[in-house]
Each structure stands twice: as C-alpha cells, then as structure tokens.
C-alpha cells in the first residue's frame, strides 16, 4: 500500500512540474482504451468488421494516383472509397483533411462533385510547418475540375452550404480525440439521406490494431440509433458508417487471412 501511495505521490509531483506530462496522458491510446472498456463494454473489442466483398460485387479496381509515401492512405483505403462513391450515379463526396491529394483524385475519377477541406497555407506558416510541406497539399487533386479546395480548420469552418448534400464524407484530418468527435458531428450533418455513408480513416494503427483515441470520438458522436451502423473495413485502416444491412464479426488479433489481393503495379 505504501509502495502505491509513494507512487502516487511521485506522479503527482511529476505533473506539478511538468504539466505537459498530463496532456500526454490524456492524447495516450491506452487512457481511451479504458474510457471505452469501462464506459462502453460492449465495444471493448472493437467495432465488428466487415469484408470488401460484403459492400461489392466487383473484383476489380484501379486505385491511380498511389504515391506509396508516408503520411497517406493505404491501396485498399482508396479502393474502399472508390467502391463507396460508384454506389450512386452522381455521388457528391466531401473529405476534411486533403495531404497530397491522393483520396480526393481517386474519388474525383468516379463522383460528380468533390470538396476537400483544409487548414491554409497561411494557417500551417503561422504553425511553423515547413514549406515544402505546405506545397504539397493538394498535389494530385489541385487541378482536378471537379474538386473543390477549401480553406479553414474543421473546428470553425462554416460547413452550412453542405449541410444535407453529401452522399460520402471522408474524416482524415486531426486524430485527437476531441478533433475525431468534432468531425464526425459535423460529418452526420452533412450526409444527404438514409443511405450517406462517412468513412473514417486511422480507426486503426495498421489494417488491425485499433487506434482507440479515434475510436473513441467516432462512438461518442455517433448518434446512439446509428451506432449500429458502425464497422471497421478488414484489410483497411477505415471504419465506416454504412446504413446497410450486412454480415460482420469480431476480429481477432493476429487475423486468418479471409481474401488476397492482388497489386499490378504501373509507373508514370
């Protein structure tokens, strides 16, 4: 008892002295993790997972462009997105968060109308990123006649004008928590109708270990009548909310492979 009171004490006196120590605890995967066992044990496992081949007929798509550089998606992400918005004939599709571009072009091929939200280059000087970075946001998507690039952090945006016009929305910006729940309030109001699907992008850290700070902003602000609806894409890092009926389970850690993929590989 007294070893865990010692303990106490000297964590304490840690955070009296370094206060930033407390904002790490919080931003910490494993806090969230027991948010979530404790608060929500029915999801201690994670949200049930759901299969490409459970929300497509095809056996094909071509994922262009693909830079394989860090900081983006992985193929089978952009593949997922590109089934998603083929589901409706004039899909009009909005993504908080733009980086090279890459999401935004692979949906552009195949939707009506895209917009893509963004912090300003003015914005990222002022948080002292570099400028080879900022330059390369938007680098595939910025000649693109049917996206859209807007500026503005997604806390204070004024997404009225989309507001009900959103067949597919795309989350891939801040993944802090209180980021993660912001967007996806604001993602539920942009979906057009019963069958708008959102997508959410780093649920998990690789294609299966949870990313449980994300994980736990999309519950909170999922509105509990859709939670239902709530899965995660196997062989991808996205969750989804798809208002359809289809099969799912738990996934075990490591997972059985359950389809293969095949990579053809073209340069320009």
């Known amino acids: 008892m007294m070893s865990k009171i010692s303990k106490l004490i000297k964590g304490i006196a840690a955070l009296l002295k370094q206060p930033y120590l407390l904002n790490l605890v919080l931003e910490s995967s494993e806090y969230h993790q027991k948010i979530i066992q404790k608060k929500y044990p029915e999801i201690a496992q994670g949200l049930p997972q759901i299969s490409f081949l459970d929300i497509t007929h095809k056996k094909q798509i071509s ?4 830079a394989f550089l860090e900081g983006g998606s992985l193929s089978t992400d952009l593949g997922l997105l590109k089934i998603l918005a083929e589901k409706k004939s004039n899909t009009s599709y909005f993504e908080i968060g733009t980086w090279r571009g890459e999401s935004v072009a692979n949906v552009a091929a195949v939707a009506e109308k895209c917009y893509t939200l963004n912090l300003s280059a003015e914005e990222m000087q002022r948080m002292g990123l570099a400028q080879r970075y900022i330059d390369l946001h938007g680098f595939y998507s910025k000649n693109l006649s049917n996206v859209s690039h807007l500026n503005g952090h997604s806390h204070s945006f004024d997404f009225a004008p989309y507001h009900k016009k959103m067949d597919l929305v795309f989350i891939d910006g801040d993944h802090h928590y ?15 109708d019963d069958n708008s699907i959102i997508v959410w992008h780093d649920y998990t850290n690789g294609p299966e270990t949870i990313r449980w700070e994300v994980f736990r902003g999309i519950w909170e602000a999922t509105p509990h009548d859709k939670r239902k609806h709530l899965y995660k894409v196997a062989n991808t890092q996205c969750a989804v909310y798809y208002p359809f009926s289809v099969p799912s389970k738990i996934a075990k850690y490591p997972e059985t492979p359950a389809i293969e993929f095949k990579v053809d590989m073209t340069f320009h």
Do not use: I
């Open 63 to 66: 994922v262009s462009p693909f």
């Open 178 to 192: 209180d980021s993660v729940l912001k967007d996806t309030q604001t993602a539920f109001s942009l979906l057009k």
